[in-house]
């Protein structure tokens, strides 16, 4: 709902705009105020897409924990993050909405398996705390999913909000901390 009231504003005032340029050439093409409101227009896509962009987390390689299939599963994430959004943006139904959390969630206990594996096989020593802070995670990540079916709109946007952040704090803060110890012992 609130994208699509964000979405009516935005075509609200594209209608304005037109109707202010077309009667200021109507009146007189030399009005400097009808160039400015139209160069306005012309730069609503631009201006739109930047601030719809900033909804989506894209990968930067300071991100990179150096272990090259830790990378590729945190993009994997990063991308099911990002179409969750993009399912969101778009009003594309409940279901939907649901079928991309879910597998999001599906794809980060993998990716949380894989990682934990790879403390254990190489000796971490921080295992058990990063461990639970994986547990945690997913905890929230369930009670927020229990939301979901009394009221989804606010469940689906908390969920996006939580792992967008959760995941670039966990993996520029306690990934990259087990990540140097990983790669000394031979991890890749």
Request: hydrophobic share 40%; proline share 3%; glycine share 4%.
């Amino acid at each position: 709902m609130n994208q699509q009231l964000s979405m009516f504003g935005v075509a609200l005032l594209i209608l304005i705009l037109i109707t202010s340029v077309i009667l200021g050439l109507a009146a007189g093409p030399t009005n400097p105020l009808t160039w400015l409101l139209l160069a306005f227009l012309v730069a609503i896509p631009f201006i739109h897409k930047k601030m719809s962009a900033r909804r989506y987390i894209e990968w930067h390689d300071n991100y990179s924990v150096g272990i090259k299939s830790i990378d590729q599963q945190h993009k994997k994430l990063i991308n099911l993050i990002n179409q969750l959004q993009t399912a969101v943006d778009y009003s594309t139904g409940e279901e939907f909405e649901r079928e991309a959390l879910d597998a999001l969630v599906d794809y980060t206990r993998t990716h949380f398996s894989y990682e934990e594996s790879l403390m254990q096989e190489y000796g971490y020593p921080g295992y058990e705390p990063h461990s639970a802070e994986h547990q945690k995670m997913i905890k929230e990540v369930e009670d927020i999913l229990a939301e979901y079916d009394k009221d989804h709109e606010q469940a689906i946007l908390r969920a996006l909000n939580f792992l967008k952040e959760w995941l670039i704090d966990h993996i520029n803060g306690t990934d990259k901390q087990y990540s140097s110890f990983l790669i000394e012992k031979g991890a890749e």
